[in-house]
């Protein structure tokens, strides 16, 4: 469709307006083309001809439709212009009172000059998690973005923070960065979330001031990199600053402030710590004053200070660095007070008694005369001299400032500094999120270079920002596969060169600012040679000759060129920079300090040049702030081209700061300024509007035809009609998941839609019209027939009707009716006979039915009762033997396992040993080094002693030709004394000053020998250390070696217990001789080690004899010295004694006995392996009698049971021959048992006494070690054989581990083959069980006739008690079964509710019972510490938590059942107050299992919100449930990358239900109490209430009447589900009434009072802000509906002011009702419930 048929009847236009910069106008006459005039009509009446353009015909602008104004994206607009974007963000600002606006990738940001409830906790926590497109526009929402993308796409991030002074930028950022605070909080101790945030109030104060614009105007950028680690939680910050306004320092204009800190600083002058810096009133310092007004309305300088000084320690910053801060800046408040008097026109001066001059060197520690001389007075260094030239009063004015500029801007530094240090945590970055603050572009009357820097910093965001959103769009549509096209924008590339290019103008400024006498005039006439008339964006002022143009991509921007020079250089007179280096107060002197690079010739003598030279510059100051902050800016260009950018553009509304006033003017060159109208412009080029194919399809749905609509493929659908209703096939572009339209196509699209809605609209009025008209007629006509008739009757009757006629007439109706009477009762008594009879036959008919079915269901029952009882015994005995056999199987694996374990470990002691011999070795190699080093240091230290000789002599002749030469000096004043006297003096000065050079040359000679001596020291006591420390590290090797072999007798150990398992398993007769193999392959195993013992004996005896023959033969001297320590040898070297010699041999014999000594315990750790061995078979010698002893136990048992069987079966005779036989074998076996353990004590007594014999001779042998241990010598070579012999040994203890592997094996055979045996046995158990009953049904039925006999006697049954006997070390398996391994699906657990509780209290009872506290108190923390373990373990399994908080409950009860306690046995029967607890009060435990359970239910609760908190928002709310009612609406840019419609799962208010249905239905089938069941539903309802209506809160697209029809649908299915599980007593559907309310407030007419009063009748569950915020929020679907007006939102607002109220938008969806847990005993009876034995419980008995 052409764009000029749009301009139709009754469309409506923008056009200009000089107050308004737009209005709107209606058109009354179709445009065509060629027309020079378009017919308008104003909205206020006013009829106007608008002029069109003869050459251009460009036509106004045309307005979007009612339906699109006040979208949260602007790209969503049909018509993308400047007066579309302007009307929106009024209508939403103004209207609607919301502040924030996308347009694309910015967020709009209008400053509300208000406080708004809509930064809390609780909003913050809304927007977390949530896409970006799925809310309404807000600050949150991008941080939230921002952090989701770093934490997705693992990329840092940065959020551009940009705008005029007083439009908010300080305040976004600072909730930015209070937003990542929140949401990533890491839960450790040191509180970095609290420390960045901290930063904020410190920066603000020392940067922030009170503008005309703004009552805290950021005066600096600041871009603050917030650090995540891995987890992406804030692990510190780093902050950079650009381009502080200096200048404020000492000059503000008219209603303007300095610094915050500042006046802080004056208000706390009466604080004790601030006495000393004799601080004044804010009003009497120049520097604060200069404003006029030194105090902004409610703002409270002093506390502001107590909140800057709490930030600081917060950040770690001590007291100290804060008091000498505020000197600083006290000291900067004097200077500024400091009087410069003027001594004649070129002379000025500084009064000695100036108090505030005192006062400033005394707080920074200078010297009070220089400051006072430099601040008049200017060095001036020529060639030949140096020129102290006074200075004017001006010149010495700016001195000053400048002095206090510098100074402030260092300090300014430093705190940042400090700030970043203390923002340092430890811990590697993974990403960061930068928050940039920084100004916008600037325009004033009077620009100058501050306004220069701030635009040329923009024009580089806004070049950056163009780049970034070309794209943007260049990546979508290549994701839609949608043909790209060039779209032409404002590329500001030309102005950037212009600024910064070479030869541009700040290389000019800075060629300038090199000359000393460049002045601005002079660099301003460069500019204009080099650009005027050749470049187009440089231009020169009609008026004016000091000023310049420059057309920036905002506006034109003329700048004055006074003070540029100046600024640039930011210069200081380089006397004051010294008087300021030489302070002794360390932090000024620090800010004035230059880095001199260090030489290493820097300690050689210093020559004075003849002549003095020109002193350079400060090399601080050669940098220009030009050169500088462009710099920077590269800096900071480069890192947000490396991070994803998020824009948020900040909007000043008007310029009286009055809240929700818009100025159109002004918000108009802040749009263009900021970029948000070229963003505009770039998508309004291409397809700005973009529908997803579902979003279309139920928006356009109406205009399809049938045959469309029957279509199953929607995306085709949608392809069909809109080639049938747009024929440019340009205007519009099919992607893979949207369609993308043309500028104007979605509003043409709206218009057929209203047509076709009113021509709807029209036909239902012309049908229901002519309906009730019709039917208004057809009523009029029946009356009207009616009394015709009526009136017609009566003329007839009386014309016809006479007195004989109206007596027949009534005769023949008595005659009638008394005829009729006697026909029906006839009738009647007919019909009552045959029903009675009927009756009677079939009710003795139905009577035998019932009797035939009652026979057959009793015969039925009593075949099913034998039937089933066969059964359960045949699967009882099944799942008998299956349980053995899984036993059995299981506990080989165990066995199995243990052993695998074992062999692992000997593996790595093996690998340990070998590491350990190596390191061994590595350690003998570097001992031997360190000999050879400390022989080395000893030659290196004879020879530093030779070289100090050396250098002692020639020192010695020095001073003797120096004496000489000083006599023939005095020979030579003596002669020349009485000539030349002076000249003479001069000599003898030069002299002494020679002799002062070389007596100091000497010391310093003197002085680096003893530090050479003092190294040389220190170097020797270093290798001493390492000596010693490598004889300790030899040392634990030993006793590493001792804690191996303790380890392998551990082993040994673990052995026999296996061996102790096996024999325990086997408790058969055949395992004797399994056992005898056992001890013969110890005896084997003993016969080695004794073996070995005698070899090792052996060697020993070897090396002793060897030892003693070196002693006899005589020590060689070079064997004594080489056992002599260094000292020793020093000591021999310099006074050449031979005595030392003795002491190297005492050092050598005391190292064999340190051989000696380890020989002694490693013969002694052998005797204890062989005690070991020892007891190891004494261990298994008990054994074996224990076995024995539970032979005999078993044998007594049987023989018990055959003496039973003989004293029963007396009377069967062929049954005594079996019992001989079993008593027989008994004694067979009775007897080989007592042979074979004879045998044994045999066998163990001989290895006894062998093994006491073999400790004997040890220890003799031991003895005589002990005697000669003084006499041994240690050798090197010793060493090495040790080591051999431990390899040896570590070989042995291969061998060994081969040896117990093999022994394992047999080990593993054996207990197979006992399995097999035992399945064998228990077969046969089986067999004589059968036997066994089979006898005893014969012995009963040989005594029934006896009993016959005798009288009947009644059976008593067997009478429980309710209690559970378990032993002690059962009470693990017991919480292991109940607690731990419990299913809460299982069959068995479900049918009883509790029955884990029960029988948890019955084994309670039984220890309550026995009296035992210990058992008690054990089993009952044992419970307690299960169910612990079992919560924490399955934290996010819901079954499991409503299992144990069921049972938790049950078990609760039961303890107050059973307590004995009056109240709570009211309701017990007699029988279950007998079974009351006896001994113990366990109201403690109550108490512990009462926190429990509310842990438990606070646990359970949050799985459950988890759980539905996903569905609650698309369920409730984004849902459709009435079909047919659609309230799908064009979306912009953010959320097609977050559409709800993507293939995802797709929840539905049949999705809350069906998950409530299953909470619910767990929870009854754990048996939970029925108040608790509600109150978790009312907690959950609860929870859909307050997160569905903070979504509405949150949503501007929620707001609409048919959104309110769906809300009240899904609370109805609610309430139906409530009333289906009877749960309507549970007052859930109160806590939804908020939400309710809301619903009805949506649907509601809202036009008149009384519909203003009914609402804040009806809606007593909202508050007043939550009203007016949904009023505000109100968004029509259609045309049909009306926009609430802002006057029926303040008639709201009048009324609800007296209503007393939460003043929170958000309800607190974390809200937790209080649990209660009610008493409900139990009414289950303890003595008749039965263990299931799928419990696996067959350890506890009922007693």
């Given amino acids: 469709m052409a764009l000029t048929e749009l301009y139709a009847k009754y469309n409506r236009v923008w056009i200009p307006d000089p107050e308004d910069v737009w209005k709107s106008a209606e058109i009354l006459k179709d445009y065509k083309a060629g027309e020079n005039v378009l017919e308008l009509q104003l909205e206020d009446g006013t009829e106007l001809k608008y002029p069109l353009d003869s050459v251009k015909k460009e036509l106004p602008p045309l307005r979007n439709p009612d339906i699109l104004v006040g979208e949260n994206d602007l790209t969503a607009l049909s018509y993308l212009h400047e007066p579309a974007v302007l009307h929106n963000l009024k209508v939403r600002f103004v209207d609607s009172k919301i502040i924030y606006t996308y347009c694309g990738i910015i967020l709009v940001a209008i400053n509300p000059y208000k406080q708004l409830p809509i930064y809390g906790d609780a909003i913050i926590h809304a927007y977390s998690g949530q896409n970006m497109g799925d809310m309404d526009p807000h600050i949150f929402a991008v941080a939230e973005e921002a952090y989701k993308q770093m934490a997705r796409n693992n990329k840092n991030q940065s959020i551009i923070v940009s705008g005029e002074s007083g439009a908010g930028k300080t305040v976004s950022a600072r909730y930015a960065m209070r937003y990542f605070a929140t949401v990533s909080k890491s839960g450790s101790k040191s509180h970095v979330e609290d420390k960045v945030l901290a930063s904020n109030p410190i920066t603000e104060a020392i940067g922030n001031a009170k503008t005309t614009r703004n009552d805290n105007s950021s005066r600096f950028g600041k871009y603050t990199e917030i650090s995540f680690d891995r987890r992406y939680q804030i692990i510190g910050a780093n902050m950079r600053t650009y381009l502080l306004e200096k200048s404020r320092v000492v000059f503000q204009s008219e209603n303007e402030r300095n610094y915050h800190i500042f006046y802080q600083l004056c208000a706390s002058a009466d604080q004790p710590e601030f006495k000393k810096l004799k601080l004044l009133s804010a009003d009497e310092f120049r520097y604060t004053c200069m404003g006029g007004k030194t105090f902004i309305d409610g703002v409270d300088d002093k506390a502001d200070m107590v909140e800057t000084r709490r930030t600081f320690s917060l950040l770690g910053l001590k007291e100290d660095f804060q008091m000498d801060v505020f000197k600083v800046l006290a000291g900067i408040l004097h200077l500024g007070n400091v009087e410069v008097k003027a001594v004649g026109d070129d002379k000025s001066s500084v009064s000695s008694s100036d108090k505030h001059l005192a006062m400033f060197c005394e707080l920074l520690d200078v010297s009070e005369e220089n400051v006072s001389r430099w601040l008049c007075s200017r060095k001036i260094v020529l060639v030949s001299e140096t020129v102290v030239k006074p200075m004017p009063v001006h010149r010495a004015i700016n001195a000053r400032d400048a002095l206090a500029k510098q100074i402030y801007s260092h300090l300014f530094d430093c705190i940042i500094?400090?700030?970043?240090?203390?923002?340092?945590?430890?811990?590697?970055?993974?990403?960061?999120?930068?928050?940039?603050?920084?100004?916008?572009?600037?325009?004033?009357?009077?620009?100058?270079?501050?306004?220069?820097?701030?635009?040329?910093?923009?024009?580089?965001?806004?070049?950056?920002?163009n780049l970034h959103v070309?794209?943007?769009?260049?990546?979508?549509?290549?994701?839609?596969?949608?043909?790209?096209?060039?779209?032409?924008?404002?590329?500001?590339?030309?102005?950037?060169?212009?600024?910064?290019?070479?030869?541009?103008?700040?290389?000019?400024?800075?060629?300038?600012?090199?000359?000393?006498?460049?002045?601005?005039?002079?660099?301003?006439?460069?500019?204009?040679?080099?650009?005027?008339?050749?470049?187009?964006?440089?231009?020169?002022?009609?008026?004016?000759?000091?000023?310049?143009?420059?057309?920036?991509?905002?506006?034109?921007?003329?700048?004055?060129?006074?003070?540029?020079?100046?600024?640039?250089?930011?210069?200081?007179y380089e006397e004051l920079v010294d008087v300021m280096r030489s302070s002794k107060f360390h932090l000024l002197a620090n800010f004035f300090q230059e880095e001199e690079p260090t030489s290493?010739?820097?300690?050689?003598?210093?020559?004075?040049?003849?002549?003095?030279?020109?002193?350079?510059?400060?090399?601080?100051?050669?940098?220009?702030?030009?050169?500088?902050?462009?710099?920077?800016?590269?800096?900071?260009?480069?890192?947000?081209?490396?991070?994803?950018?998020?824009?948020?553009?900040?909007?000043?509304?008007?310029?009286?700061?009055?809240?929700?006033?818009?100025?159109?003017?002004?918000?108009?060159?802040q749009l263009r300024a900021c970029g948000v109208l070229e963003t505009i412009h770039i998508s309004a080029q291409s397809y700005p509007s973009r529908w997803t194919y579902i979003e279309f399809y139920s928006r356009y749905s109406i205009l399809m035809t049938q045959q469309e609509l029957l279509l199953n493929d929607k995306k085709q659908t949608c392809k069909t009609v809109l080639q049938r209703l747009i024929h440019d096939s340009n205007q519009y572009k099919f992607g893979r998941t949207k369609i993308f339209f043309r500028a104007g196509q979605v509003a043409y699209l709206e218009k057929l839609r209203s047509d076709r809605l009113r021509g709807a609209c029209i036909t239902i009025q012309k049908n229901l019209r002519g309906w009730t008209q019709r039917r208004k007629f057809l009523r009029m006509r029946e009356a009207a027939i009616v009394l015709q008739q009526y009136v017609r009757g009566q003329r007839k009757i009386r014309q016809t009707i006479t007195a004989a006629t109206l007596k027949r007439v009534w005769a023949s109706i008595v005659i009638q009716k008394y005829c009729r009477g006697y026909l029906v009762r006839r009738i009647y008594h007919l019909i009552q006979a045959a029903t009675i009879t009927i009756q009677a036959y079939a009710r003795g008919w139905l009577a035998r039915t019932r009797y035939r079915k009652m026979v057959q269901e009793q015969k039925a029952v009593v075949l099913q009762k034998y039937a089933r009882a066969w059964l359960a015994r045949r699967h009882f005995q099944s799942i008998r033997r299956v349980v053995l056999n899984v036993q059995l199987s299981y506990r080989v694996q165990q066995l199995r396992k243990k052993l695998e374990e074992q062999n692992k470990e000997n593996h790595g002691l093996l690998e340990r040993l070998t590491g350990l011999a190596n390191a061994h070795a590595q350690d003998v190699e570097k001992l031997q080094k360190l000999e050879s080093d400390l022989k080395k240091s000893v030659a290196e230290k004879k020879t530093f002693e030779e070289v100090a000789k050396q250098s002692k002599e020639e020192t010695n002749q020095l001073i003797a030709q120096l004496q000489a030469q000083n006599g023939s000096l005095v020979q030579e004043k003596q002669n020349l004394e009485k000539h030349l006297q002076e000249r003479t003096q001069e000599l003898k000065d030069g002299a002494d000053e020679l002799r002062k050079k070389l007596l100091e040359d000497l010391e310093t000679e003197q002085r680096h020998r003893k530090i050479l001596e003092n190294n040389f020291e220190i170097q020797k006591e270093e290798y001493d250390k390492q000596i010693e420390a490598l004889k300790e590290e030899i040392k634990t090797l030993r006793e590493e070696n001792i804690v191996l072999r303790e380890q392998n007798q551990e082993e040994q150990q673990f052995k026999a217990d296996l061996q102790k398992q096996l024999a325990q398993l086997s408790k058969e007769v055949k395992v004797i001789p399994e056992l005898q193999k056992e001890i013969e392959a110890l005896e084997n195993q003993k016969s080695v080690l004794d073996r070995r013992m005698k070899e090792q004996k052996h060697e020993t005896r070897v090396k002793m004899s060897e030892i003693t023959r070196q002693l006899l033969t005589g020590i060689q001297e070079e064997e004594l010295l080489s056992r002599m320590s260094t000292e020793d040898l020093e000591q021999i070297n310099e006074d050449g004694e031979i005595l030392f010699a003795y002491e190297g041999l005492r050092k050598a014999t005391r190292v064999l006995e340190n051989h000696s000594r380890v020989q002694k315990e490693s013969f002694e750790s052998e005797i204890e392996t062989l005690k070991y061995q020892n007891e190891h078979l004494q261990n298994e010698n008990n054994e074996l009698q224990k076995l024995f002893q539970e032979e005999n136990n078993v044998n007594d048992s049987i023989r018990q049971e055959v003496s039973r069987l003989a004293t029963e079966n007396m009377i069967i005779p062929q049954f005594k021959q079996q019992i001989s036989e079993l008593q027989r074998q008994k004694q067979d076996l009775e007897n080989r048992l007592k042979e074979q353990a004879i045998e044994m004590r045999g066998k163990m007594e001989e290895i006894s006494n062998d093994l006491r014999s073999n400790l004997e001779e040890e220890s003799s042998q031991r003895r005589l070690l002990e005697l000669q241990r003084e006499t041994f010598e240690k050798e090197k070579q010793e060493l090495m054989e040790k080591i051999g012999d431990k390899e040896e040994e570590n070989a042995q203890l291969k061998k060994q581990n081969q040896t117990e592997s093999e022994a394992k094996n047999r080990l593993r055979q054996e207990a197979s083959r006992l399995i097999a045996e035992n399945m064998d046995f228990e077969e046969q158990i089986d067999v004589k069980d059968r036997l066994i009953k089979k006898l005893q049904n014969q012995i009963q039925g040989l005594r029934m006739p006896e009993k016959a006999n005798h009288i009947q006697a009644p059976l008593l049954p067997k009478e429980y008690l309710g209690m559970l006997e378990y032993k002690k070390e059962d009470e693990l398996k017991l919480i292991k079964n109940i607690i731990l391994e419990m299913k809460p699906r299982g069959v068995v657990v479900n049918m009883i509710p509790g029955l884990p509780a029960h029988l948890l209290f019955m084994c309670v009872r039984y220890a309550d019972y026995l009296n035992d506290a210990t058992k008690l108190k054990s089993l009952m923390n044992a419970i307690i510490s299960g169910i612990k373990q079992v919560i924490t373990d399955h934290q996010e399994d819901f079954e499991t938590l409503s299992f144990w908080l069921s049972n938790s409950c049950h078990m609760l009860n039961c303890l107050k059942q059973y307590s004995g306690e009056e109240e709570f046995m009211k309701h017990n029967t007699a029988r279950q107050n007998k079974n009351c607890l006896?001994?113990?009060?366990?109201?403690?435990?109550?108490?512990?299992?009462?926190?429990?359970?509310?842990?438990?239910?606070?646990?359970?609760?949050?799985?459950?919100?988890?759980?539905?908190?996903?569905?609650?928002?698309?369920?409730?709310?984004?849902?459709?449930?009435?079909?047919?009612?659609?309230?799908?609406?064009?979306?912009?840019?953010?959320?097609?990358?977050?559409?709800?419609?993507?293939?995802?799962?797709?929840?539905?208010?049949?999705?809350?239900?069906?998950?409530?249905?299953?909470?619910?239905?767990?929870?009854?089938?754990?048996?939970?109490?029925?108040?608790?069941?509600?109150?978790?539903?009312?907690?959950?309802?609860?929870?859909?209430?307050?997160?569905?209506?903070?979504?509405?809160?949150?949503?501007?697209?929620?707001?609409?009447?048919?959104?309110?029809?769906?809300?009240?649908?899904?609370?109805?299915?609610?309430?139906?589900?409530?009333?289906?599980?009877?749960?309507?007593?549970?007052?859930?559907?109160?806590?939804?009434?908020?939400?309710?309310?809301?619903?009805?407030?949506?649907?509601?007419?809202?036009?008149?009072?009384?519909?203003?009063?009914?609402?804040?009748?009806?809606?007593?569950?909202?508050?007043?802000?939550?009203?007016?915020?949904?009023?505000?929020?109100?968004?029509?679907?259609?045309?049909f509906e009306k926009r609430v007006s802002p006057s029926f939102v303040r008639k709201v607002q009048s009324i609800l002011q007296e209503r007393e109220g939460n003043p929170q938008l958000m309800l607190d969806a974390k809200y937790r009702f209080q649990v209660t847990f009610p008493f409900n005993p139990s009414p289950q009876a303890l003595e008749v419930i039965q263990v299931p034995s799928s419990l696996k419980l067959g350890f506890l008995t009922r007693i």
């Avoid at 945590?425 to 701030?454: A, R, S, W």
């Avoid at 103008?505 to 005027?532: A, H, R, S, V």
Wanted: hydrophobic share 35%.
């Fill in 417 to 465: 500094l400090r700030i970043n240090t203390a923002l340092k945590f430890p811990g590697k970055q993974h990403t960061f999120i930068g928050v940039l603050d920084i100004y916008g572009f600037e325009t004033f009357e009077m620009n100058n270079f501050e306004q220069f820097c701030i635009n040329y910093a923009n024009e580089k965001l806004q070049q950056q920002f």
């Fill in 470 to 572: 070309f794209k943007l769009e260049q990546e979508e549509y290549m994701k839609e596969d949608i043909p790209w096209t060039l779209i032409d924008f404002y590329d500001n590339q030309p102005v950037i060169d212009l600024i910064e290019a070479k030869m541009g103008i700040l290389d000019l400024l800075d060629e300038e600012c090199l000359f000393p006498q460049g002045t601005d005039q002079n660099w301003l006439q460069k500019l204009y040679n080099n650009y005027l008339d050749k470049n187009p964006l440089f231009e020169k002022p009609r008026m004016s000759n000091a000023s310049f143009v420059i057309q920036h991509f905002a506006d034109k921007v003329e700048y004055n060129c006074k003070g540029f020079l100046e600024k640039n250089r930011d210069t200081m």
């Fill in 600 to 669: 290493p010739f820097s300690k050689s003598i210093k020559f004075k040049p003849a002549r003095p030279g020109v002193k350079p510059a400060n090399k601080q100051l050669r940098t220009t702030v030009g050169n500088k902050f462009r710099s920077s800016l590269y800096l900071l260009m480069e890192t947000l081209n490396a991070t994803t950018p998020h824009y948020v553009r900040c909007i000043k509304p008007n310029e009286d700061k009055l809240p929700f006033e818009y100025d159109s003017k002004r918000v108009v060159q």
């Fill in 1478 to 1679: 006896k001994n113990f009060d366990l109201s403690e435990h109550r108490q512990i299992f009462s926190d429990l359970a509310i842990r438990i239910h606070h646990q359970f609760t949050t799985v459950m919100e988890n759980n539905l908190m996903p569905m609650i928002v698309p369920g409730m709310l984004e849902h459709e449930s009435l079909q047919g009612i659609s309230s799908m609406k064009p979306t912009g840019f953010r959320k097609r990358s977050s559409s709800i419609y993507e293939d995802t799962e797709v929840y539905t208010i049949s999705s809350i239900l069906q998950q409530l249905g299953y909470f619910h239905t767990a929870m009854c089938q754990h048996g939970m109490d029925p108040e608790l069941i509600k109150q978790a539903v009312k907690q959950l309802f609860y929870l859909i209430g307050a997160v569905a209506l903070n979504s509405i809160f949150l949503r501007k697209d929620m707001c609409s009447c048919r959104k309110g029809m769906q809300i009240r649908c899904n609370l109805s299915y609610l309430e139906e589900w409530l009333k289906e599980k009877n749960l309507q007593q549970s007052n859930a559907m109160d806590t939804m009434e908020p939400l309710s309310q809301a619903a009805w407030l949506l649907q509601v007419n809202k036009s008149t009072d009384e519909d203003a009063k009914e609402i804040c009748a009806r809606c007593s569950g909202l508050s007043a802000v939550q009203i007016v915020k949904i009023l505000n929020s109100y968004t029509p679907i259609d045309d």
